[in-house]
């Protein structure tokens, strides 16, 4: 069994304890980190979540998948974010109100910071009102980033894109993103930006504030 193999298996069945191990193991034999991530990871979290949608598996068993790919992920992030030795500004990012996914918001974190922002994580199930009162304390932000995974959490963005624009906050762009979202959909709710995945984000993120 190849290392990616490995990797995607003790994703799948949650070995949390094991799989920090095998990302080490692949690194060591010059695998690429980013193909690490993407075919070992991210298209086993879609296999995962095919067998969740066909009901072979439940949330119990997406949960223990997700933690091992966070531990996954926290051994390849060194390696996955370059050294941004220059701040381009603040940039305040997280899953909007009632979306508790956040694998997927934390890649795109990592990558808008070696990118060279300074990144202020609010987390999970954020409310329109949290992301307002943390761009008035940092009046320095120049990008806010919502993310969303569930098609029943969209309106939750849509509001969340609505209240800050009509807060009058102004000297940021917003950039938003997540499974579900699209660039018309994006459009559609007065988004600056939209990135389909964490490395297209962060670029996305400097061409929005050039
Ligand atoms: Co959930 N879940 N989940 N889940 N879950 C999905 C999203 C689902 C597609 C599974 C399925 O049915 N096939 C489905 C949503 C269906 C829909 O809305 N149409 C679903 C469901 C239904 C649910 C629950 C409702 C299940 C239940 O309770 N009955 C529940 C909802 C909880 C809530 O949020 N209120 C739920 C719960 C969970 C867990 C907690 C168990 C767990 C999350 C754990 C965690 O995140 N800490 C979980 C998981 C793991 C998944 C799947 C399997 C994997 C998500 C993931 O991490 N993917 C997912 C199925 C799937 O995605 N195929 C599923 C890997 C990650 C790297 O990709 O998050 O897409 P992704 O992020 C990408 C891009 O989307 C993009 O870049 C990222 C990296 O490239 N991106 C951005 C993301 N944010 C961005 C922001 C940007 C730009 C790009 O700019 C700001």
Redesign the pocket.
């Known amino acids: 069994m190849s290392k990616l193999e490995a990797i995607a298996q003790a994703i799948e069945a949650g070995k949390v304890k094991i799989i920090g191990g095998l990302v080490e193991e692949a690194l060591a034999e010059n695998v690429d980190p980013l193909t690490i991530l993407n075919q070992g990871?991210?298209q086993t979290?879609?296999i995962?979540?095919?067998k969740?949608?066909q009901g072979d598996i439940f949330?119990p068993e997406?949960?223990i998948?997700?933690k091992a790919?966070?531990k996954g992920v926290e051994v390849l992030k060194p390696r996955l974010a370059g050294q941004a030795n220059i701040s381009l500004g603040t940039c305040i990012?997280g899953s909007v109100a009632?979306?508790?996914?956040?694998?997927?918001?934390n890649?795109?974190a990592m990558m808008i910071e070696s990118a060279g922002f300074e990144v202020i994580d609010l987390g999970?199930?954020v409310s329109s009102e949290t992301f307002i009162k943390t761009i008035k304390e940092h009046p320095e932000v120049r990008l806010v980033?919502?993310?969303?995974?569930?098609?029943?959490?969209l309106p939750a963005m849509q509001s969340a894109v609505a209240a800050v624009k009509a807060s009058g906050l102004q000297g940021f762009k917003i950039?938003?993103?997540?499974?579900?979202?699209t660039q018309a959909y994006a459009d559609q709710i007065g988004a600056d930006g939209?990135?389909?995945?964490?490395?297209s984000?962060a670029v996305t993120a400097k061409q929005l504030i050039a």
């Open positions: 990871m991210i979290m879609s995962v979540g095919e969740f949608k949330v997406m949960l998948a997700a790919m966070k990012i009632g979306d508790l996914h956040d694998i997927g918001k890649l795109v999970v199930d980033a919502f993310s969303a995974l569930l098609t029943t959490t950039i938003v993103g997540g499974a579900p979202i939209y990135a389909p995945d964490a490395g984000a």
